[in-house]
């Protein structure tokens, strides 16, 4: 008997493992693009406010 089902809890779907790793790497780029997006805006914003403008 499945470990699962022997304690009453419904069985997980099973998700390829290929599809797990491509999503897991996805999310992982969608991560590092927001991470260098806020950087590049917060430079450009200390940039524009070093510079002296409003």
């Known amino acids: 008997m499945r470990r ?3 304690f009453g809890g419904a069985a997980r ?3 390829g493992k290929g599809v797990s790793s491509v ?3 996805a999310f992982v ?3 590092a693009l927001a991470f260098w ?3 590049v805006w917060l430079g450009q914003v200390l940039i524009h406010l070093s ?3 409003f």
């Open 4 to 6: 699962d089902l022997a």
């Open 23 to 25: 999503a897991c790497l």
């Open 37 to 39: 997006a806020g950087a």
């Open 29 to 31: 780029v969608l991560l």
């Open 51 to 53: 510079s002296g403008g």
């Open 13 to 15: 779907p099973v998700v």
